[in-house]
Each structure stands twice: as structure tokens, then as C-alpha cells.
């Protein structure tokens, strides 16, 4: 298993490449076989003087996802839409989008793959054609009840919000909590 959480606030956390740089290192530690082959891309790349492409990132992943083997991979990518969009060819979200294309059209039988995201426009139309399983948790009771909670639990021990009338409380609980809109 390996996990990636898209992070605006760091920027090693926002591009395909440290999507990529950090899916292999941790799947490097967990496998002789997979270990191999980062020492091979990393001796190809004069053990470490010359930067890997992106290109050549994906070409490692896709080599270790393929070593054969039983067990099921599970890669995590969490917080899709936290990746930034940039003007240019290819934005940060568009390779990120692309890498997670290739990885489905592996069609590998031992690959999991679990992709998270807010709803957001681009996201769903490069994501749909692709999900075998699809989750929503946007419009879940549950999700709004937890949102509630959370708001209310936050406006109560505030100690500036603690001195609020009750009536204003419950204002501000509610409109936040709608405006959270799932999230």
C-alpha cells in the first residue's frame, strides 16, 4: 500500500511529481523486487545527479506495478482537487489526471486504486469514464450530521462564541453547515 495527499499549503504535495516521487519511494521500502528497480532507474539516472523525468517517474511505477505477484497494490490518492491548475500545456491536474488514466488503463488484476475529491467539474469528467466504483459522501446524512457536530462542537467552545445567544449560535451552525455544501 501507498498513499498520497494533494496539499495546496505544500507545494511538494500539488503535482503529479510528488504524487509520483512519493508513491515510489514508499512502495520501494516495501518489496526486494520493487527495490530493484528503483536502484535500476536510479542508476540509470547517474545514481542520483540527474533528475528522472516525469515520464521516466511513471515508467518506474508502472514497472513495479507490474512485477508479478499475488497480492493486491493499493495506491491512495487523497485530495485530488487540492492540486493547483496552472496555465500552460499541461496543468498540475491535468497530469495528475492523466497519470491516474494510465494507471486504470493498466488493467493490472492486483492494482486498487482509490482516488478522493470534492466535486468539482473537471475532476468528475476525467474520473467518470474511468470508476468501476463510484462513492459519493457529498450528499450522505451521515456527512452532513458529522458537519453539524463539528460546527456546533467548534461554535460551543470558542470562548468569544461562548458568550453568543443561543439564537445566533444556531444561526451560524446552520448557515455553515448548509454552506459546507458536503464538505
Not at 106 to 111: D, E, F
Not at 131 to 151: A, E, M, P, T
Request: with cysteine; net charge negative; glycine share 4%.
Amino acid at each position: 500500500m501507498a498513499y498520497f495527499f494533494f496539499d495546496l499549503k505544500d507545494s511538494g504535495k500539488r503535482d503529479v511529481r510528488g504524487l509520483l516521487s512519493s508513491l515510489i519511494i514508499q512502495l520501494g521500502h516495501q518489496s526486494d523486487s520493487f527495490s530493484d528497480i528503483l536502484f535500476h532507474y536510479y542508476s540509470t539516472h547517474q545514481y542520483g545527479s540527474r533528475q528522472p523525468s516525469d515520464s521516466a517517474l511513471a515508467q518506474c511505477l508502472e514497472d513495479m506495478l507490474r512485477v508479478p505477484g499475488k497480492v493486491p497494490i493499493y495506491l491512495i490518492v487523497d485530495a485530488l482537487d487540492e492540486c493547483l491548475t496552472t496555465t500552460g500545456v499541461l496543468s498540475s491536474c491535468e497530469n495528475v489526471l492523466a497519470l491516474v488514466e494510465r494507471l486504470v488503463l493498466l488493467n493490472l488484476p492486483t492494482l486498487r486504486l482509490c482516488v478522493t475529491s470534492r466535486p468539482g467539474i473537471d475532476n468528475r469528467t476525467s474520473l467518470e469514464p474511468l470508476v468501476s466504483n463510484q462513492v459519493s459522501l457529498h450528499d450522505q446524512d451521515g456527512q452532513k450530521r458529522d458537519i453539524v457536530n463539528y460546527v456546533r462542537y467548534v461554535v460551543d467552545s470558542n470562548q468569544f462564541m461562548k458568550r453568543w445567544q443561543k439564537e445566533d449560535k444556531n444561526m451560524v451552525v446552520e448557515k455553515l453547515s448548509k454552506r459546507a455544501d458536503g464538505m
